[in-house]
């Protein structure tokens, strides 16, 4: 398997997730920018997820690549996300990132919190 084909089977990320990341980073001012998504303790259910912009990867991290746009998770995260798929979300309640972590065995309403078994 190559590296592409193994870095998409432990993290992936939509089309629309991309594009979507890539209209932030102009908003802010950052094109070209990529996105982090982390996991850290806390959160209604024991794990939550964070995301934030960042200019380039930090050593170790795994670099996922969509449609020009880059996503970065960090060793220590991509454990409680290996297998998950990035989307983007629009609803009536709000737009939002939504990940699809089939390690998740419950979370909260907000989908940002989550819990593994």
């Given at each position: 398997?190559?590296?592409?084909?193994?870095?998409?089977?432990?993290?992936?990320?939509?089309?629309?997730?991309?594009?979507?990341?890539?209209?932030?980073?102009?908003?802010?001012?950052?094109?070209?920018?990529?996105?982090?998504?982390?996991?850290?303790?806390?959160?209604?259910?024991?794990?939550?997820?964070?995301?934030?912009?960042?200019?380039?990867?930090?050593?170790?991290?795994?670099?996922?690549?969509?449609?020009g746009?880059?996503?970065?998770?960090?060793?220590?995260?991509?454990?409680?996300?290996?297998?998950?798929?990035?989307?983007?979300?629009?609803?009536?309640?709000?737009?939002?990132?939504?990940?699809?972590n089939?390690?998740?065995?419950?979370?909260?309403?907000?989908?940002?919190?989550?819990?593994?078994?």
């Open positions: 398997m190559t590296q592409e084909a193994t870095s998409m089977a432990r993290f992936s990320v939509t089309p629309g997730a991309a594009r979507q990341i890539a209209a932030i980073a102009r908003q802010e001012g950052q094109p070209g920018a990529g996105l982090r998504v982390a996991v850290d303790a806390g959160g209604c259910s024991g794990f939550q997820y964070k995301f934030a912009l960042e200019a380039e990867a930090q050593p170790g991290d795994l670099v996922v690549e969509q449609d746009v880059r996503v970065f998770v960090d060793e220590v995260s991509l454990d409680l996300l290996s297998g998950s798929e990035l989307e983007w979300n629009e609803a009536l309640i709000g737009a939002h990132f939504v990940v699809r089939p390690q998740a065995v419950s979370g909260c309403g907000c989908g940002v919190s989550f819990a593994v078994a």
